[in-house]
């Protein structure tokens, strides 16, 4: 339905994150932390739900402030929103800057620790 908006922006950044992979799962790219703990799905037209999204982990409490924030951006997805992933409708001119921070913390909400430290000691300081 859609083209693959982002798509190609979205592994970049991804693979930039330690320890990520991607491969079809539930019939969308899926990417993951290690081979079995999935962060980020990329869904186009799901179910003929119309959306071209992504749905990612988020840490307790954040999708619900998000969705209240913004909800013609973000939403409750299908199947893994009673876990407290967020979608993000990226069909609705989302900003680059939201889609690499909602990554960025879908990877931090499942990442183990040795990748979170990783990831810290990478940082500039401030």
Known sequence: MFENLYLDEIRTLIQSFP????????GAPTFFIGSK???V???NNHHGDGKLAL????????QATLVEAEPEL?????????????????????RWTDIA?????????????KYKALIAAAKPAE
């Open 101 to 113: 921070a909602t990554i960025g913390d879908a990877y931090l909400a499942r990442a183990p620790h």
């Open 41 to 43: 799905q990329y869904h």
């Open 19 to 26: 320890g990520t992979s991607e491969r079809i799962s539930h």
């Open 74 to 94: 973000y939403y409750v997805p299908a199947y893994v929103g009673y876990l407290g992933w967020v979608g993000l409708r990226l069909d609705r001119h989302a």
């Open 55 to 62: 749905w990612c982990a988020a840490a307790p409490g954040m």
């Open 37 to 39: 703990l999935s962060f």
